[in-house]
């Protein structure tokens, strides 16, 4: 079934309302929701995409994402995303939202250009024992140390990946198995990340 979004020229002005495999196909810019959720101060919660998506599939990245209806509010959409993919709901979060972030994932096949609604949320590890991964989108939830994280975009060093229970799984993050966000967009949150360190 098509899913209708809209789509912009570069300086954020309206288009008109496309397929969403069009809006990819031509490269246009569309908006997007991206939640980045932050555990006990320490931790980023990471998804790995299912196996059978269409792009980049079995990759990780962040904690959930989703495009925009044409005819839905954001605020909307953004709840829709998170508990779609991750069962939860933003009122249990403690979320901010930290702007629009442009974002364009380009390679051989895809060129996917996003203006981004980004939001952080900062939970306890309690909070975690609520997840319930829609298994369509999501094959699993997994925690990176924030300092590692930041690493491994700005030093290209991998970081370890834990569970939900914070256990080891000895398998590691970097830049091969995150989905590949462009350099400004990684920096710009990276930036963030650093801002709202004091208030972790």
């Not at 829609?134 to 491994?152: C, H, R, S, T, Y």
């Not at 091969?176 to 004091?198: A, M, R, T, V, W």
Request: charged share 30%.
């Amino acid at each position: 079934m098509p899913e209708y979004i809209k789509s912009f020229d570069n300086d954020m002005k309206f288009l008109q309302v496309l397929d969403r495999d069009i809006v990819h196909e031509r490269g246009l810019w569309h908006e997007t929701v991206h939640l980045y959720l932050i555990v006990d101060g320490e931790y980023l919660l990471i998804q790995k995409r299912a196996d059978h998506k269409k792009n980049f599939p079995s990759c990780y990245d962040l904690s959930a994402a989703g495009h925009i209806g044409h005819d839905e509010d954001i605020e909307i959409a953004f709840q829709r995303e998170v508990y779609e993919e991750l069962g939860l709901y933003i009122k249990d979060l403690n979320i901010s939202k930290i702007g629009i972030i442009p974002d364009d994932i380009l390679t051989e096949d895809i060129n996917d250009r996003e203006f981004a609604h980004t939001y952080i949320g900062k939970i306890n590890s309690d909070i975690l024992l609520s997840i319930n991964l829609q298994d369509e989108e999501v094959a699993g939830a997994f925690l990176v140390k924030i300092n590692e994280f930041k690493n491994i975009f700005s030093q290209s060093s991998d970081g370890k990946i834990y569970d939900l229970n914070f256990n080891d799984t000895n398998l590691f993050l970097n830049k091969l198995n995150y989905l590949p966000h462009s350099p400004s967009y990684l920096n710009q949150f990276i930036e963030i990340l650093d801002k709202e360190k004091g208030n972790l």
